[in-house]
């Protein structure tokens, strides 16, 4: 009787919460800021060690970008394979082309008029070496406008991935994802198969991410022991006039975009991707972060069709930092020259570069290249200029960098949310720290994964 009352009175115990498993990759970008400061330090102390350390950066950045072609590849073939409509998939395309254009207009107006009140190249003046290294930046590889389409058209199928152009990947991911789209049932062991391709490719872009300590160290260190303090101070009304251009254009045109068209903060969002913003101004390079940003927004809850066309497509046309820093350095030079230009004579040159920047998207540092060989085009007299900015361009790359990814941050929600391709709650969760970011996988498994969108559970339903 005793053990009868004693069992009825004794409360079951709740089982122990399970332990909350620590995210050790909190420690790695920890690193990278003091990588970041250790870098400056070295180049201020020995510029020409820090010269030296180059390879530590470029070697990194070289470690993304290998990943690129891959990750492109499986995002977009998943995101059309299924999709049902494939005019749905034309209209995010139709959208993000206009949506950038139009971008690209803005960023090149506001870098006009700020251009032409700061005037930064007043009382300058050139010598041979400047006006040699001019004309050494520009680059043979910036192809005109019938070249640089078909140059979207790869060798063969597989040289797409072996080159590294994002636009040939791009094309070739979109002629997949067709194809399995037609294929109906008969394409879903495809499908699968592209789905455990995908997350072999980010498993390994996360092992690579742990060498990012050591990529920002050696980039940082080689940009300030070549540039220096002189290159700063001389030039440094035109890289101020250009940062807080690219402030204003963040955080005041695409700010009140996204509150507008998405009801959200952008306070929040660059939150969710500060790690990729430390990352971007750690290696002067937006492609770094690219993969990421690709993981990172399937996670915030847009769908895999809008993702994976608006984030490689805005990577070769919505270049809102280039845009503005075309603008600045062109009326730079020309004041620098003594040879200002009138309104009449800059919007012409500056929509030649809007189209020139177009062509240029997939060479190496295409916004110094794409400058100096958009002048070359249209205006030779001004290239003995461009080797004025030379020594100071890897400090203005940080901030055309940033821009440029603040920019395709913006649009993917911007094209989600037009298109209907975005799960509202879930971004709003995910923005609130309620549904973390696995920095191990870089994908949704489990409990956590992202839901397909109501059409896409219909439309799969119907297959």
Request: glycine share 10%; with cysteine; proline share 4%.
């Amino acid at each position: 009787m005793t053990s009868r009352r004693r069992a009825v009175t004794t409360t079951p115990t709740a089982p122990a919460a399970p332990a909350v498993k620590r995210d050790r990759t909190h420690y790695l970008y920890i690193a990278v800021i003091a990588a970041v400061a250790l870098g400056i330090a070295v180049g201020l102390i020995w510029p020409d060690f820090g010269v030296e350390l180059k390879p530590l950066g470029t070697g990194f950045v070289n470690l993304i970008k290998m990943m690129i072609s891959p990750i492109i590849f499986c995002t977009i073939v998943l995101g059309i394979g299924s999709v049902r409509k494939a005019a749905k998939v034309g209209a995010v395309g139709g959208i993000a082309l206009g949506y950038f254009l139009v971008m690209s207009l803005v960023a090149l107006s506001i870098g006009l008029v700020v251009g032409n009140i700061l005037h930064p190249g007043d009382g300058l003046h050139l010598t041979n070496a400047i006006k040699a290294s001019g004309h050494s930046q520009v680059d043979s590889e910036a192809l005109g406008p019938v070249d640089f389409v078909l140059s979207i058209i790869p060798t063969t199928f597989v040289s797409a991935f072996t080159e590294g152009q994002v636009l040939q990947t791009l094309l070739i991911a979109l002629l997949a994802g067709f194809a399995l789209q037609a294929m109906g049932s008969v394409g879903q062991p495809v499908l699968r198969g592209v789905e455990h391709v995908q997350r072999l490719v980010f498993r390994i872009l996360g092992m690579i991410m742990w060498a990012a300590p050591i990529g920002a160290f050696g980039a940082i260190a080689a940009v300030v022991g070549s540039a220096g303090l002189d290159a700063l101070k001389s030039l440094a009304v035109l890289m101020l006039g250009f940062y807080v251009t690219c402030v204003l254009f963040v955080f005041v045109v695409l700010g009140a975009l996204l509150r507008i068209v998405a009801g959200l903060n952008i306070f929040s969002l660059f939150k969710y991707l500060a790690r990729e913003f430390l990352l971007i101004l750690s290696t002067s390079s937006s492609e770094s972060a690219l993969p990421r940003l690709i993981a990172k927004m399937e996670h915030l809850g847009v769908s895999r069709a809008v993702v994976g066309i608006t984030v490689p497509t805005g990577y070769s046309f919505n270049l809102d930092g280039t845009m503005i820093y075309m603008t600045m350095a062109s009326l730079y030079i020309a004041d620098a020259l003594g040879t200002p230009m009138s309104v009449g004579e800059q919007i012409p040159l500056l929509l030649f570069l809007l189209l020139a920047s177009k062509g240029a998207a997939g060479v190496s540092g295409a916004g110094l290249a794409t400058l100096a060989g958009g002048l070359q085009s249209h205006k030779p007299a001004l290239v003995d200029g461009v080797g004025l900015i030379v020594g100071i361009d890897r400090f203005m790359s940080e901030a055309r960098a940033l821009t440029n990814f603040a920019g395709n941050s913006v649009a993917t929600v911007l094209i989600g949310t037009w298109t209907k391709d975005i799960d509202k709650d879930r971004v709003q969760r995910v923005l609130a720290g309620e549904l973390p970011f696995d920095e191990t996988t870089l994908l949704d498994e489990g409990a956590d994964a992202k839901p397909e969108l109501p059409e896409q559970r219909e439309e799969l339903a119907k297959a």
